[in-house]
């Protein structure tokens, strides 16, 4: 059974940070791009960031870059990311998804696992 777990969210203050981890488990995790996406209350769910399954090639979306790393340990079958300098605007739902073996998409419908989301909140 493939699981993806993700863990780190709370609740932080404008300019603060926090490590989102996801574990992942059931699946060949090192032959896999991984994502990070995020959905706002009534809004669509849309990609925040993404990784190679060597780690070699990262993306981001606009609005995070600068702010956000992604990073993945294949020992671990852990993917990460970290964020700084958060704004209220980065409040959502934060999801890990991982891409089929050798697949390399950025979009929400490449993706073939999903975690349950972990809850990012940002006060002003």
């Known amino acids: 059974q493939v699981q993806l777990v993700e863990s780190g969210g709370g609740l932080v203050q404008a300019g603060g940070s926090l490590r989102l981890s996801c574990a992942a488990s059931g699946l060949t995790f090192s032959n896999r791009d991984m994502g990070w996406f995020r959905q706002a209350p009534g809004k669509e769910r849309d990609f925040v960031a993404g990784i190679s399954w060597s780690g070699g090639s990262t993306s981001y979306t606009t609005s995070v870059k600068g702010r956000f790393t992604i990073s993945r340990d294949n020992a671990q079958n852990t993917v990460y990311l970290q964020m700084n300098s958060l704004k209220p605007e980065d409040t959502a739902v934060y999801y890990c998804?991982?891409?089929?073996?050798?697949?390399?998409?950025?979009?929400?419908?490449?993706?073939?696992?999903w975690g349950q989301g972990t809850q990012v909140t940002v006060s002003s």
């Open positions: 998804a991982a891409n089929p073996p050798w697949a390399t998409s950025r979009v929400l419908s490449g993706y073939e696992y």
